[in-house]
T-cell receptor, first 113, second 112 residues
Framework: GNSVTQMEGPVTLSEEAFLTINCTYT??????LFWYVQYPGEGLQLLLK?????DKGSNKGFEATYRKETTSFHLEKGSVQVSDSAVYFC????????????FGTGTRLQVTL | EAQVTQNPRYLITVTGKKLTVTCSQN?????MSWYRQDPGLGLRQIYY???????DKGDVPEGYKVSRKEKRNFPLILESPSPNQTSLYFC???????????FGPGTRLLVL
């Protein structure tokens, strides 16, 4: 079956540091890949997505590239801010599964001054 | 404003007392889902609906029921809640299975 593995947290960084959160997946077919972000006390919201191999999703300074050869979708940001502190979820939606996202366990990011 | 709403946001109840968590979306989405979020487990799908009167089980359906009588509403029913259903619940809607899902703000449930 489908699965998503993301790095354990929490990740603690100083403001302006470089961020990488690793995400790898197992899926049949050609999944769409997503990063969702959950700010404290809120629901999840889409951060970025990619629907085919070599696509790069980007938003708010975050980027992730769909790498089919390594089955990865790592999240990166060049310079994090305190306001980026949140839980980040990698997810996939694979061919033929209606309305089903498979999520990773989430990675908590804390950014300090 | 396009949104998914859930009620209540917080609920404390006792074992065996039936409860319903409502979910409503104003985006005319066909697809709706319920997830539960537990520490270390991420989000797991409980049930989903592809359209009115069409529902199916997700990964963890035991102890839950859903209905989809109207396109905008997708309530989650716990007929006889148990402490292992203490969790944070999210409703989501989307235009299709591979499309972006829009989440509600969550319902935190405690079953004593």
């Amino acid at each position: 079956g489908n699965s998503v593995t993301q790095m354990e947290g929490p990740v603690t960084l100083s403001e302006e540091a470089f961020l990488t959160i690793n995400c790898t997946y197992t899926a049949t077919g050609y999944p769409s890949l997503f990063w969702y972000v959950q700010y404290p006390g809120e629901g999840l919201q889409l951060l970025l997505k990619a629907t085919k191999a070599d696509d790069k999703g980007s938003n708010k300074g975050f980027e992730a590239t769909y790498r089919k050869e390594t089955t990865s979708f790592h999240l990166e940001k060049g310079s994090v801010q305190v306001s980026d502190s949140a839980v980040y979820f990698c997810a996939l939606s694979s061919t033929g599964t209606a309305s089903k996202l498979t999520f990773g366990t989430g990675t908590r990011l804390q950014v300090t001054l | 404003e396009a949104q998914v709403t859930q009620n209540p946001r917080y609920l404390i109840t006792v074992t065996g007392k039936k409860l319903t968590v409502t979910c409503s979306q104003n985006m005319n989405h066909e697809y709706m889902s319920w997830y539960r979020q537990d520490p270390g487990l991420g989000l797991r799908q409980i049930y989903y609906s592809m359209n009115v009167e069409v529902t199916d089980k997700g990964d963890v359906p035991e102890g839950y029921k859903v209905s989809r009588k109207e396109k905008r509403n997708f309530p989650l029913i716990l007929e006889s809640p148990s402490p292992n259903q203490t969790s944070l619940y999210f409703c989501a809607s989307s235009t299709g299975g591979r499309e972006t899902q829009y989440f509600g703000p969550g319902t935190r449930l405690l079953v004593l």
